[in-house]
Structure formats: C-alpha cells, structure tokens
C-alpha cells in the first residue's frame, strides 16, 4: 500500500467519526426538542439575576447579567438551564425577563428611605437618632465621606428598618448609605447636616495692653464660627463695629482659630476706646471676650533732623523726634552680614536721642528704626565710612642734599583722600601740589603707597627749599612727614668736550664736564653682556672724567651719562666699531 493511499484512510476515518458525533447530537437535540414543553432566551443586563437554585435545582447557582441564557420551561413546573445552542437551533429571540411559571427576576433595586438625620438640620447634640427604612428585606451599609479611607461599614443585615441613636463628629457631616438585596441590587441615598454642641470659646483677643493702632487679632475654638463681630469705640464719639469676613481675615483649624483684622481709628486718635469680640456659631450658641480698654495711637513717630559725627570708629548719632509714646530707637548695618538689630534709645530727652557707637573699619550703610509703644514705625538710614588707624608716612626722598623737582613719599593707608606736597624758600611763601592717587601712586602691598610727583624749581636754583608731605584719610585723620631742607640744583651737568682714543680693544675716553655738584659717569656698552651700567668716574679732576672702556668685536654702541647730586642727569653715545 502506497504513502498517499495510506493518507487518504486516515482523512476518510476523521470524517466518518465526525459525522457520527454531529449525528448523535442532532438525535439529542431532537429528544429534547420532543420532550420539553418550552425553551426561551433571557437576555439579562446589568443588574440582573436568575436563581436557578430557586427555580431549577438548589444546587444550582444563580446566574447574573450581563449575559445570555437558554432557559427550558419544564412540564414539572421548574425553569432550568439549557444549552445555548438549543435556543439557536430554534430561532428564538430575548422574552421578557418573566418566566412561563409566573416567576419574575428581581432586577429592581431597594428603596431607601432616611428620616433622621434630617438633610442640612442642625444638631444641638452629637447623639442623633439614626432612622432607615426599606420597602424590603436588604443590607444597610453606610459611608463617611469626610473618613473616606475607611470605606463601607455595616448598619444592619437583613433589615427592612434601622432605628438607633448613634454618636456623630462635630461639624459637618456627610453619609452615604447603600441597601443590598437578596438579588444583589443596590439602591443608595445620602444626607447632610451638621453637629454643634460645644458653645464658642474665645481664647484671647490683642492687642492686650498700651496702645491700639486698628490692629486686632482674636484666637477661639470654635469647629463651626458663623459670625464674628468686633466692637469698639468710646461714650465721646459712639460705639462701632466690625464684621469679620471668616474667609479671608480667618485662619481655622481643627483645634483653634485664629482672625487678624484692621479698623481705621483715626477718628479716635489720642482718645481712650473700649473695644471686645463676639462669635457665633451655626446652633446660635455664642461666646464674647473682655472688654479691654486701650489708648489710640495711630501716628507714626516724625523724625525732625537726624546728625551724625564720626570720629576714628566712633559714630555718635543725634536724632531730633517728635513721638509721645516712644517705644524704641534702635538700628542695623545693612553691609554687615553678621549685624542684628542694636538699641540706641529707649526713651527721650527733650525730643532728642543721642549715642555713640564704636563700628568696624570700613564702609557702613545702616537703617534706623523708630518705633511708638502703637507699633507704628518710622524709618530712616545713614551712610558714612569708619577708619580708626590714621596714616603713617614711612619716608620721603630727598631727604637730604640736593633737589631737582622730583619728590616721593611712602606710607601707610588702606583709605586714603588726599596726598599733598608743600615746599617753600622761606621768602616768597609756601606752593602746594595735590598728587593724583590714581595717576601718581602706586601700591606697593596691600595697604602700602608709593606716589611721586615732579614740580619746577628753576625759581629756587641755587637756594635752599624746604619741604614736607600731607595725608589725610577719608575719616578725616590728617598726618605730616618731617621736613626736610634741601639745596635746588635744577641745572643738569654740562659736557664742554670728549674724545678718546683706542689702543686694540680698549677705549680711553677724556669728558671735561661743568658741574658743581657732580655725582658720577657712567656707562653701557650694548655689546657687553652685561646689562648693569659701569662707573667711569665719581669725581672730576680739574673738571675732567678720564678712563678706559673694554670694547668687544663687532659695533659698540656705548651710552654715558652724567648725574649731579640732585639727580639731574645728561645723556651721550659713541659708536665704535672693532
């Protein structure tokens, strides 16, 4: 036997065992169609029940919507289920949810009705009677929506009415209840009101004592305020009040209150008021704090003059108010990251507060409070500069032998003004010379000046000047450098002739030179490695500088010059070539 005929019985095996198996069913759907009395199909939404423990078999379970059933109608009476091919095979469609026995499904659900509490009601007291009623036998639940987190909880079971005294929160309350019938329907229904039996109670109200300003403040318990009312006034010009607006001038809380409002007393203003709060909650219940009796004092203190003096670190302040009820003059150094408020005056002497105060070197920016026993307060503030070291001048050059116009001073000063050089020949009086610090001054370490200036002195040749330095700092300290008495030589040295003569690598050179006050001759050779200038002469004889200069292979640019003891100085080259 072939592999392809062998194949072909196995496919034709299938086949015979398939039609007998679809033969045998069409037989049993045959007898059960000749041996019921009815078939229909329910078509059961949401909601909706057939207990077929009830109506077929008890150990039957019931079947619940959404779904389609085939449903046999038996001769006994009972109602079971069927296969849904059954229903199909006979082209029937979804019936009513009425069975052929009379018997209907419960897919209504129970009413629920609550007489007490009463929706929005009121409760004087935290013991309610709590009444349901059901038009059938159901589950009650109930639900706190303002404890949501702790989900359903029981009331009764298999209850058709509920009627006991039950204990609620104070404020509001918000329930839902559910009943659950025997079919699993679910009908629901929801009431709101409130609890207050605790009658209001006012903690305290500010201002307590010394001076209103139209600030006032009140802290109660209370879980449901209704009203607030603030009263004040006096018998001289009438009683006012002021309702407060709970939402916006009160903050609630679970355990106290606190409201914060603002009256204009301007009316009442150096005059005694009386003033008290009342509260109301939402039972009517009310509560109403002391009379407090208080002096008005709505005007800020007025400053007049403010002064100040400073000396080194020293500031003394003078400060001229005008304020009857002074509390406090105190300031604070906006430029200090360290600084806290610091009292200059606590009270007043013939409208005046003074007091000196020691600050750090340095810039200071402050801001001075003035405060009345009201609360009112005026401010105002100062800036100025503190140096307690004054300057120190550690040389000044010349200081001895001869000038030419050029002068230096060295000192010490972090802050310093002014730098200032005053010279005079004692007969046609004193000349002066402010120094640029930016221009003339240069640092030499942190707090360290050198500053040079140049001033002309051909009036004074041939005399005697003398001389001195002046620094002051921005706190206003002023120091001098000693003075120093100088000769005025402001005529440089004069070559009448040179020359020289050279002998292999060496170059004798003869200056003849006018100059009285004659310092020395030196030179540079720029094709000589080395770069620090060498003396040829330190005096002159008979008005004559002679002496040899090295020379090196190649061009010798040699630059020689001439300075006298006051610092004047000329210049001249040669060029040789070796």
Request: charged share 20%; net charge positive; proline share 3%.
């Amino acid at each position: 036997m072939t592999k392809n005929t062998n194949i072909e019985i196995k496919k034709f095996t299938r086949r015979s065992i398939f039609g007998m198996l679809t033969l045998a069913l069409a037989l049993i759907v045959a007898l059960q169609i000749v041996s019921a009395d009815s078939y229909s199909l329910k078509c059961l939404v949401k909601g909706e029940q057939i207990d077929f423990g009830q109506l077929c078999n008890p150990d039957m379970p019931k079947k619940t919507g959404p779904t389609i059933l085939c449903v046999h109608n038996q001769d006994n009476g009972k109602i079971c289920s069927a296969q849904l091919n059954i229903c199909n095979s006979l082209g029937i469609t979804c019936s009513s949810s009425t069975g052929s026995n009379g018997t209907t499904i419960d897919i209504t659900p129970p009413e629920l009705v609550i007489t007490s509490p009463q929706q929005n009601k009121i409760y004087p007291d935290r013991a309610i009677l709590l009444t349901l009623n059901t038009n059938e036998e159901s589950n009650i639940l109930i639900f706190d929506k303002n404890n949501a987190g702790a989900g359903w909880k029981n009331v009764c079971s298999k209850c058709i009415s509920y009627n006991i005294p039950r204990s609620f929160s104070e404020g509001k309350n918000e329930f839902l209840f559910k009943a659950i019938d025997k079919a699993g329907n679910a009908g629901y229904a929801n009431v709101t009101f409130y609890v207050d039996s605790v009658a209001p109670k006012i903690i305290s109200t500010g201002p307590v004592s010394g001076f209103a300003s139209g600030d006032f403040s009140l802290s109660f318990n209370e879980a449901s305020p209704k009203n607030i009312t603030l009263y004040y006034g006096n018998t001289q010009i009438g009683l006012n009040k002021r309702v407060i607006n709970i939402a916006s001038e009160c903050s609630l809380g679970t355990t106290s209150s606190t409201c914060n409002t603002h009256v204009n007393l301007s009316s009442y203003n150096g005059q005694q008021i009386e003033y008290w709060f009342e509260v109301f909650d939402i039972a009517s219940s009310s509560a109403q704090s002391k009379h407090i009796s208080l002096s008005v004092d709505i005007s800020k203190p007025i400053l007049n003059s403010l002064n100040y003096l400073i000396k080194g670190k020293d500031v003394t302040f003078t400060l001229n108010v005008n304020e009857p009820y002074l509390n406090s003059i105190s300031y604070i150094d906006n430029l200090d990251s360290k600084s806290k408020e610091t009292s200059l005056c606590k009270v007043l002497k013939n409208g005046i507060c003074q007091k000196k105060v020691s600050f750090k070197d340095g810039n200071h920016n402050i801001t001075i409070f003035i405060r009345d026993n009201a609360g009112a307060t005026t401010t105002t503030s100062a800036s100025f500069f503190t140096d307690s070291k004054p300057p120190k001048i550690t040389s000044i050059d010349p200081q001895k032998g001869f000038a030419s116009g050029l002068f230096e001073v060295q000192f010490i000063e972090g802050n310093p003004k002014n730098v200032t050089l005053t010279y005079s020949n004692g007969i046609t009086g004193e000349k002066s010379k402010s120094l640029n610090l930016a221009n003339d001054c240069t640092m030499l370490n942190s707090n360290k000046r050198s500053c040079k200036t140049d001033v002309g002195l051909s009036s004074y040749n041939g005399q005697q000047i003398e001389y001195w330095f002046e620094v002051d700092d921005r706190a206003g300290s002023i120091v001098y450098s000693k003075h120093a008495k100088l000769a005025v030589d402001t005529l440089a040295p004069v070559i009448t002739s040179s020359n020289y003569t050279r002998v292999k690598n060496i170059a004798a050179f003869k200056f003849n030179i006018t100059e009285q006050n004659f310092q020395s001759l030196t030179y540079l050779n720029d094709n000589d490695h080395s770069i620090i200038p060498k003396k040829l002469c330190t005096s002159l004889k008979k008005g004559a500088c002679v002496g040899n200069v090295k020379l090196f292979s190649g061009i010798n640019t040699i630059t020689f010059e001439i300075t006298d003891k006051a610092g004047n100085s000329i210049a001249r080259d040669y060029v040789i070539s070796l």
